[in-house]
């Protein structure tokens, strides 16, 4: 298929592949995981998925999506044309837009807060008691996301954001965006790392962070830690196979996984010295950093503290909303491509087709926690059922056939032959990562699924 388009450069392709794999994992849900599982014992562990569990599979998807030169679903059907494999591109090209709908809400809060701070009255009247400074922040945390109009129009407005750049194409829209904001996300964690870090109670959120306390650690933790790599490297949900779809024959894989997956470990790890500082100097380290009040709640706090909040809020929504433009866009192309391959639209037509009907399933996710917020199944509203469904159940169990199909059943010598370039690359990984892929991965993420019943 020489048609295929393919990304430009190779900056290009790790830009865009490194946009994907950090977004909202990396900076809300690593800090929260961390804080909850033992600080720095979590961290080793997490790391010690990313590297031995991760990158294999990330190896798989690639390989799968290169070789296939096709969507998530077409892909399998290439390379198995007889065989049922494609029903695994099915369950994650569902996964991927499921996630799309509640990732959008989020990215919308995100952009709201980002102007709020900047012309809103985010900053405005805080008083200097700091038990009324959190309740001010909290009772505007309800006001900017959980009221029907202001959160679903942000959230619309993300919406056709991503729909302008992904109509820009692979190359034009989503590698040039990669191409400019990856390297901003990176100036920004820095300096927002250098301000935490010259905080008086740095040292302390640093130890907490970086000396593992080993008594934390259980089965659950490392379950914990799997789903934790396993989401923020973007595995299972389609996006690797499609992006990896448009790599070119010479692209080196593993070095390519390896870039991506450190590249994600180090965004982890300067969130959590940005945070865990900016925390504990504020003696907020009581409240618990879970994902939303911890970004929507705490952060603004601790910026209202510092000399010129707005300063330090916009850039760090700035980085929020880069990390997780870059994830959406990664996202929606999985949907994207599966219309345009295997229904042979257009760009236009598919990217249309694709996320406009987001404008109204991502308002109803935005109104669960307002007007639909009765609809509450098993305790959990429109947007948490979203969210379990698809990171506890649909993910785990596309990961676990993905690995089996690309270690037992993927034509016989195609994982080597994309490992090592048809023999131009030396292929010492293929050996382990086959091992890995049979064996090991399936193993432990079946653990994470049945962990997740009991
Ligand atoms: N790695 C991404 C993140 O951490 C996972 C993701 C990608 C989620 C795209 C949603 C959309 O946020």
Redesign the pocket.
């Known amino acids: 298929m020489a048609s295929k388009i393919q990304f430009s450069s190779k900056i290009g392709l790790v830009a865009a592949t490194v946009g ?7 900076v809300w ?1 690593f800090p929260a995981e961390t804080q909850g599982n033992g600080g720095a014992a979590f961290l080793l562990l997490y790391m010690g998925c990313v590297l031995l569990l991760g990158i294999p599979v990330m190896l798989a998807e690639f390989a799968i999506g290169r070789a296939g030169r096709s969507d998530a679903i077409g892909s399998f059907r290439v390379l198995s044309p007889r065989r049922p494999w494609w029903v695994i591109g099915i369950f994650a090209v569902l996964a ?1 837009y499921l ?2 709908i509640f ?1 959008m809400v989020v990215e919308g809060w995100t952009l709201e807060y980002l102007v709020e701070g900047l012309i809103g009255g985010l900053y405005d009247g805080i008083p200097s008691d700091a038990a009324m400074s959190e309740a001010l922040f909290d009772s505007k945390m309800v006001e900017l996301t959980q009221t029907p109009f202001k959160p679903a129009l942000y959230t619309a407005l993300v919406i056709l954001l991503n729909i302008g750049v992904l109509l820009g194409g692979v190359q034009k829209g989503i590698e040039r965006l990669s191409n400019v904001l990856m390297p901003l996300l990176f100036v920004i964690l820095v300096v927002l790392c250098a301000v935490s870090l010259s905080l008086p109670g740095a040292a302390d959120g640093v130890r907490f962070f970086l000396e593992p306390d080993f008594s934390k650690l259980s089965p659950q933790v490392f379950v914990n830690a799997l789903g934790q790599a396993f ?4 595995l299972g ?1 389609g ?1 690797l196979i499609t992006y990896a779809s448009y790599y070119p024959a010479s692209t080196k894989l593993p070095r390519t996984a390896l870039i991506v997956s450190l590249l ?1 470990l180090l965004v982890a790890v300067l969130m959590g010295l940005i945070i865990f500082p900016a925390v504990k100097t504020f003696g907020l380290d009581n409240n618990t950093l879970e994902g939303t009040t911890l970004v929507f709640v705490t952060l603004p706090e601790v910026f209202s503290r510092l000399p010129f909040p707005q300063l330090w809020s916009t850039l760090f929504f700035s980085l929020l909303l880069v ?2 433009l870059t ?2 866009v ?2 929606s192309e999985v949907a994207i491509a599966t219309l345009q391959d295997r229904l042979k639209w257009s760009r236009r037509r598919s990217v249309l087709t694709g996320l406009l009907p987001l404008l109204v399933l991502s308002l109803v996710c935005s109104l669960s926690f307002s007007t639909l917020s009765d609809i509450v199944v098993a305790g959990y509203n429109i947007f948490g059922m979203l969210d379990n469904v698809t990171t506890n159940y649909m993910l785990p169990l596309v990961a676990i056939a993905t690995c089996l199909y690309a270690g037992w059943f993927m034509p016989r010598g195609c994982l080597r032959d994309e490992l090592c370039n048809y023999g131009s690359l030396r292929s010492h990984v293929t050996g382990i990562t086959t091992l890995i892929l049979r064996y090991v991965a399936p193993l432990l993420i079946l653990m994470i699924f049945v962990y997740n019943f009991i």
């Open positions: 994907s794999a950090i977004g909202l994992g990396n849900r991927s996630i799309t990732y989401f923020s490297l973007s949900m996006i994600s990390a997780a994830s959406t990664s996202i």
